[in-house]
């Protein structure tokens, strides 16, 4: 079926908003009416049609308008995306991959053609066009990781691997749940990670690193996380706290619902052919408490969730501020009744 | 499936040294090869009369060209099966079946200077890196050792496109590396890399710990073929099923031949990614691994399966 795409914002009048079709595609990040950190990977197999998971990278209705916002970021704050002189060879692995996932996905969307090191792009949906020689950061507007992550959905982290650990040395990081890729650019995977509470001691990032450095070719894999947002704002950054920051006081009982977001992330892990790098997709989706009530397995998985999650973990995603009120929201899809395991609407 | 594989064509083999072969691998479904990182190996499956053997073997082809893979073979004096089979088995023609590529021994992507170190066959690896480094204007040299000229297979092609920058120790000209030599006088961001047999990556390392010289800063591939032993049998406790080891067949092998997936990467000792519980043994654990700790081997908790093996009464481990 065809893309409609929307024509929406994610700042000032918050129009962004989900069709019924996109929400029953949610990547609803619940499977069990309790939520503990784990690792939580699975091979990055195609899902079913019509699923966020159909494609290795998804396109969905909010693509235009999320490359729209994505510039407006990126003109008010370079910074947000960078790339370490060694990690060229790492850019152009990603461009790659992005150009030949979405032409094969999306052919009526995308186009590459491919004549040697001579490359036609073609991305309908952005009215580009270009032909460059692969290998040749002259011949591209951009460098190579910036050229094409201006054209896909998502945060994208490149991190190199070496000294049995991985490190921050490449990204474009313009919609984040509250983290700073001009922070973190350079820091190994145990520094990056060390504000998260709880997940250290539980040993998990020991794990994680460990099976991260042997992905391979050929294997990718996923995993979701998430975190709540007041309004359906893309750049939560930390640079931009005094915008978003405030807006967590104006959540009322009357407004919950079009307000608070859930803000799922579908993260994947793709080890590059010629740098052996990973490339790390985080992708976001956006939903509101009222387009959630509108499945009721969801609503009620997400009542039993917000009211059994630690402390710590609801300071540290953001929201312990707003939790009653998203509870009390919340309470009347629970009726008790037993869930199917799984985060599938029904 | 845990590990997706390719289907290909053996389309040329060609002797270039003294007992080595080099097979020339093309997809045979006329698609592209996936681009590969130099220092990455592909695992080549083969059908031994009805018996799967797996064997990693670096991949020396340029990491560029998606038309072919090419791979160079020793055949080992005492083989007990993989390098007979690639010599004496395989023909131009014949489909094989090859893994993705998986690379245990990339170059290091912020040293200053890379010094590469190989002894015979393990020179393959250093192929791509060559090229890699070489296009990208990087600082390296490489050190050769072989026994003789006849057996040093690639070198004047080297030669002839690196000079200076390739220097050649052949035994029977009674040339020897002088590590120390080598080692002392190196500069803050030097990493070395060598590809040899295992007593000689021991030498270099030891001189270069001896040094001074960081732990990450040496790199190291070795595959150890597995070695042969007495036959036994070991309980998979998860499976509920007891495998047969014979004589020239690794654990790991027996245990995929029961239709059991196991994680692997190398085959050879060396990553740890079939690492396995032992649950319970009688009898003594014989590690040839060099992933294990002294500690964790002494422990008796752990074996990998792919090179380890087995004497004594019985053995139970967690798969």
Known sequence: MAIIFHDETYRDDFSFHNSPESIRRYPFPFHEDSYMYAINMENHLPGKPGSSYEHPIDVDEHYVSEMRDRAIVLNEDPKRCQALPHMMAAQWDTLELLMTNKARSYPDLFTLERNGDQWHWINQPLGIDDTFVFGDQSTLPYEPMEYITRQAQGDFCIVDQRNDTLWMDAGMVTCQADWSLDFDIGMNFMEWHAPVPMAHELGIFDRALKFLMNVQQGRPVRRLNWTMTVNPRLDTSPENYHKWGPDKTTVTAQNIGSKLHLRCELQSFWRLPRSNALLFPIRQYLISLNDIATIPKWACRMHRVLTTIPDSIAEYKGFSRNRQLALDFLAPFDDGRELTLGGEPE | ?319
């Open chain 2, 1 to 319: 499936m845990i590990h997706p594989e390719i289907i290909v064509r053996v389309t040329d083999i060609a002797v270039v040294a003294e007992s080595v072969k080099q097979f020339t691998f093309e997809r045979v479904d006329g698609g592209s090869m996936p681009v590969f990182a130099p220092g990455a190996h592909i695992v080549v499956s083969m059908d031994d009369q009805g018996k799967l053997r797996r064997n990693p073997y670096s991949l020396m082809s340029s990491p560029s060209d998606t038309t072919s893979y090419q791979i160079s073979v020793l055949r080992v004096v005492e083989s007990r099966g993989g390098s007979a089979f690639m010599h004496e088995h395989v023909d131009v023609g014949d489909t094989m079946t090859i893994s993705h590529p998986i690379d245990l021994f990339p170059l290091h992507a912020t040293a200053k200077r890379h010094v590469l170190i190989a002894g015979g066959i393990g020179i393959t690896p250093f192929l791509p890196m060559m090229e890699v480094l070489n296009e990208s204007g990087q600082v390296f040299e490489l050190h050769y050792s072989m026994r003789s000229r006849r057996r040093g297979a690639f070198l004047s092609e080297l030669e002839r496109r690196y000079g200076s920058r390739v220097s050649a120790e052949v035994d029977d000209e009674g040339g020897r590396l002088d590590t120390r030599k080598l080692l002392i006088n190196q500069p803050l961001g030097t990493h070395i890399y060598v590809c040899a047999p295992l007593p000689m990556i021991d030498l270099v390392f030891g001189v270069a710990r001896e040094l001074g010289w960081a732990e990450e800063n040496l790199h190291r591939e070795v595959f150890l073929a597995p070695p042969a032993g007495s036959p036994f049998y070991t309980n998979l406790a998860k499976s509920g099923t007891t495998v047969y080891v014979a004589e020239h067949q690794s654990l790991l092998e027996s245990i995929e031949a029961a239709g059991i997936d196991v994680p692997y990467l190398c085959r050879g000792g060396a990553c740890g990614q079939c690492e396995t519980t032992v649950i319970d043994f009688d009898g003594q654990l014989m590690h040839h691994d060099i992933f294990l700790t002294d500690d964790e081997k002494v422990s008796g908790t752990k074996i990998m399966p792919c090179v380890s093996r087995f004497v004594g009464a019985s053995l139970t481990v967690e798969l």
